[in-house]
């Protein structure tokens, strides 16, 4: 069933209290040892990274 606190549809919802995001803060806390999924398109870590740059370069697709 989805979770209307879960804007990233990783199965994980926003903490309980957590304020609304704005441009300086992120509703996603990370979520420490979480197995990230490359290529997805879900950010199954909440770290805010590019799901399609898994070395971090920079650039999609590598």
């Known amino acids: 069933m989805p979770n209307d ?16 995001p704005t441009a300086t803060t992120s509703a996603r806390t990370p979520i420490l040892g979480t197995a990230e999924v490359w290529y997805d398109g879900i950010d199954q870590a909440c770290d805010g990274g590019d799901d399609y740059d898994r070395d971090g370069d920079g650039f999609r697709g590598d």
Do not use: E, F
């Open 5 to 20: 606190d879960d804007a990233d549809g990783d199965g994980y919802a926003a903490p309980s209290g957590s304020a609304a």
